[in-house]
Structure formats: structure tokens, C-alpha cells
């Protein structure tokens, strides 16, 4: 981890997202028979792996793809795309397999410590919407796929980051509006 990858401790990551792709077909439709593993394929065309030492699950659709959700630092994601596929490789379900994530989304909250007349802040921040009638928080729009919403409590939620990086540089864009 370099000194970059620090993250802010005003920043808390809430999930992670992250896909890999395991390259050969699943036999999803035998999941229910062994622990760790489930489907219900009448409601969704997929299949699930949680064990216990899982923060979070990763969803296993029939083409390989697989997709973590429910983790706190891109790390464990990673981990547990490689459980997910130690499990099914143990269940002889695929066969040897190189897990390769992909992360695609940070959620991570955040606190400014005073109140925010949002009004105010959407007419002078650029790239920023605000509808109370809609949302009850502004929405601006950072870099690349990096949203943040901002809330009148001066709490916050950044989406859409890729590294932790790009949630330090967001936290630090929506502080520079806020004491302009």
C-alpha cells in the first residue's frame, strides 16, 4: 500500500464492489446441495457463496463472473472473490481458476462537522444539483464516476469511487466548496 492509498479518517467505508471473472461455465443450478452455497434461480439466475468468515457474499452467475458485495476495504473483496472460488473448486464445480478483481464501486460516508446551507452551496459549486422536492441532499458531481451527496447535516456519502485515492481526492473537492 502506498502512502497515497492512506484513507482519510474522516472517510468510512460502507461496501465494496468488486467483479472478477473465473473464465469457465458454473453449475449453479446444484448450489443448494452443498454448505456455503445457495440459489433460489425462480427469483434470480444466480447463485451465492457465504461461508462465516465472509463480511460480505459473492453473487456466481452460470458464465463465471462473480461479483463481491458487502465488504469493507478492497482487500477483503479480494479475499473473498479468491474464497468464493476455493469453495466452488472444492465442490469440484470449476476447475483451477486465477481470480483477477476488477474493483468497481466504493461507498464511503462521511462527516463535516457542521451544519450546510445547501441552497446556497448548489449556486456557487460547480457540477452540483440540488431538488430538495427530490432528494433531501445536493448532488455533485466530482470526477470521473466519483458522485458525492452532501446533507444539510453536513454528512455525506461518496459513490461511485474506484480506489481509495479517488474517495481522498473527493472528500477533499467537497471540503474546498464548503470553505470557499
Not at 18 to 27: E, R
Not at 60 to 89: C, H, M, N, W
Not at 118 to 136: G, H, N
Request: proline residues 3%; positive net charge.
Amino acid at each position: 500500500m502506498q502512502v497515497l492509498d492512506v484513507l482519510r479518517k474522516e472517510i468510512s467505508i460502507q461496501n465494496v464492489v468488486c467483479t472478477a471473472d473465473l473464465k469457465q461455465p458454473v453449475d449453479i443450478a446444484s448450489f443448494n446441495e452443498f454448505k456455503h452455497l445457495s440459489s433460489n434461480l425462480d427469483l434470480y439466475r444466480c447463485g451465492y457463496v457465504k461461508d462465516n468468515k465472509m463480511t460480505g457474499r459473492v453473487t456466481v452467475f452460470a458464465s463465471g463472473k462473480l461479483i463481491s458485495v458487502g465488504t469493507r476495504y478492497p482487500e477483503q473483496a479480494y479475499e473473498e472473490l479468491q474464497r468464493a472460488g476455493d469453495i466452488l473448486k472444492k465442490y469440484k464445480l470449476i476447475r483451477s481458476f486465477k481470480v483477477t478483481p476488477k474493483l468497481q464501486n466504493i461507498v464511503a460516508r462521511f462527516d463535516l462537522g457542521k451544519k450546510i446551507a445547501l441552497e446556497e452551496l448548489a449556486r456557487t459549486m460547480p457540477k452540483s444539483m440540488y431538488e430538495p422536492e427530490q432528494f433531501p441532499g445536493l448532488i455533485f458531481r466530482i470526477q470521473d464516476s466519483c458522485v458525492a451527496l452532501i446533507f444539510a447535516s453536513g454528512k455525506g456519502v461518496l459513490v461511485g469511487a474506484k480506489t481509495i485515492s479517488e474517495l481522498n481526492q473527493g472528500l477533499f473537492e467537497v471540503e474546498k466548496w464548503i470553505n470557499y
